[in-house]
């Protein structure tokens, strides 16, 4: 009996220290993931500081660049209107690059702006109810001078049966404005086309659609990310911020949709966003 005593107290102690060592273990354990919590926290400070520069980095930039360029434009629209006297042909010529120059910089600074705007949460979302018929008749007059001066047609495909829409036409139609301009890019003949059509769930699909260069499908998954340009021939002599597709994602998802893309190298694209027909802030975001 005295011998059963002897082996369960040492049993017991045993055990004890066992348990000791346990909570020893358990107590650095739990120093470690107080550190590693702490560093954590660290870090996402100082990631959120770096976002923060960056966006307002960004946004002072854009704001700043907007003078000059609003400057230059004046400068060239009074010399070209021959408002200071006669040009030559070839300072006309000079003069019309100096423009386009200014735009596409100044589209540059508008995306710029728009991507710190939007990181920085300052982006606002104002729905209106609005007919797809005028929606289409506003992009295809703001098209209409560069359609003019190139061998691709500009094809809006009339809505059939779609009711008015309750969005943010603003952010509607600068998504559908960044798809044509980049249809229009990369297609050097035949044709770019514009449709809606209702999907299930009072959605509605926007999709526009190329016979240009295509996409190679390696290059697809990286599209909507910032500062991303399709590697080709034709893009070494365009200019570009890298953002147009980037933020069309970005406004998609504000209005609670999402977009995306089907392309075929030398067949052709098609870019869609999908939002509901009506814009509601209790909706889940894709």
């Known amino acids: 009996m005295s011998h059963a005593l002897e082996t369960l107290q040492a049993e017991i102690a045993r055990q004890r220290l066992e348990i000791r060592e346990l909570e020893s273990e358990l107590a650095e354990t739990n120093k470690g993931v107080l550190a590693l919590y702490a560093e954590l926290d660290q870090n996402a400070l100082q990631l959120r500081e770096a976002a923060d520069l960056k966006s307002r980095f960004l946004s002072y930039m854009s704001h700043e660049f907007r003078t000059p360029l609003a400057s230059i434009t004046s400068v060239t629209d009074i010399l070209i209107a021959r408002m200071d006297g006669p040009l030559t042909s070839e300072q006309e010529r000079q003069l019309k690059f100096v423009q386009g120059s200014v735009r596409e910089l100044s589209e540059m600074v508008d995306d710029l702006l728009d991507l710190a705007k939007v990181e920085a949460g300052r982006i606002s979302i104002s729905p209106e109810w609005f007919d797809m018929v005028d929606l289409f008749a506003a992009l295809r007059g703001m098209f209409r001078p560069i359609v003019g001066a190139s061998a691709v047609s500009l094809i809006f495909e009339e809505p059939q049966q779609i009711p008015p829409i309750y969005t943010d036409d603003k952010k509607l139609a600068q998504i559908l404005r960044n798809f044509?301009?980049?249809?229009l890019k990369f297609t050097i003949e035949g044709e770019v086309r514009v449709s809606a059509s209702m999907s299930d769930n009072a959605m509605i699909e926007f999709a526009v659609t190329d016979t240009g260069i295509g996409i190679a499908a390696d290059q697809i998954p990286a599209l909507f990310?910032?500062?991303?340009?399709?590697?080709?021939?034709?893009?070494?002599r365009l200019r570009g911020s890298g953002l147009g597709l980037s933020l069309a994602k970005k406004f998609a998802e504000l209005l609670r949709g999402k977009v995306a893309v089907e392309s075929e190298l030398g067949r052709g694209s098609r870019f869609s966003v999908l939002i509901p027909a009506r814009y509601s802030l209790d909706a889940e975001q894709p």
């Open 180 to 183: 044509i301009s980049n249809a």
């Open 225 to 236: 990310s910032d500062f991303v340009q399709v590697d080709t021939r034709i893009q070494k």
